[in-house]
C-alpha cells in the first residue's frame, strides 16, 4: 500500500482532508465577512448629508414634545462614510442676522471697529444671536454590536465641549435618520438628502 505524507494517509485521504480545511476556511470567512458586515452596512447607511426635520424631548408622561430652541430652525449632518462628520443646528432667523460679510469678520481691525460701534443692545443681541449656533466636527465609529455611533468631538462652538465624546443610538424610518443622545430625553430627526 502506497502512502503519502508523514502521517501514512493514502491520496484520497489527503484530498478528503484538504477538501475538508478549504471548507473550514471557507465557513470561517463567511462567518468573519457576517460579523464586519453590519458595521460596514451602518457606516454606509449613515454615510451622507442629511437635513434637520424636528428635535423632540420626551416629557415626564412619556410624550414628545417639539423643543422650542431649534423650532423652524436649520441644521445639517454630514457623515462621510469613512468615520468623519460634521453637523450645525441653528434657530429660525438665524441666516438672515445683520452681520459683516466673510471677509470683514476675519479682518481684526473691521471687526473690532463694528464691535467698538455697536451699542449694548446690539451686543447682546450679537452674542445671543451667535451662541445659537451649534456646531462641531468629529470623528465617529459605529458599534459592532448595538446601533449606536460615537462621535470624538474634534471641535465645537461650545468651548467646553472640545474633545469630548457622545454617543447617539440610530434608527432609520425610511430616508429618516433619528439619532437619540445615550441617557438624555431628547432625539433629532434628520431626512436623508439626494
Known sequence: ???NSAKGRSPAGIRRALLQTMNVI????ILLSECGSKDANNNGQLAGMYKLWIIENRDS???????????????????DGKGHMAVQITRKGYKDFSWLNEEETLDRKILKQKIDS???????AAVTEFVSNYVYVANYSVSDSADV?????????????????????????????VLEPVNINRRLKWVRQK
Open 118 to 124: 455697536m451699542t449694548l443692545p446690539d451686543l447682546r
Open 61 to 79: 408622561t412619556g410624550a414628545w414634545k417639539q423643543q422650542e430652541w431649534a423650532k423652524d430652525g436649520d441644521g445639517y449632518i454630514i457623515y
Open 26 to 29: 471557507i465557513v470561517v470567512s
Open 1 to 3: 500500500m502506497t502512502t
Open 149 to 177: 455611533v460615537t462621535h470624538r468631538r474634534l471641535s465645537h462652538t461650545i468651548p467646553s465641549s472640545w474633545n469630548t465624546t457622545v454617543k447617539r443610538k440610530f434608527t432609520f424610518n425610511g430616508d429618516t435618520l
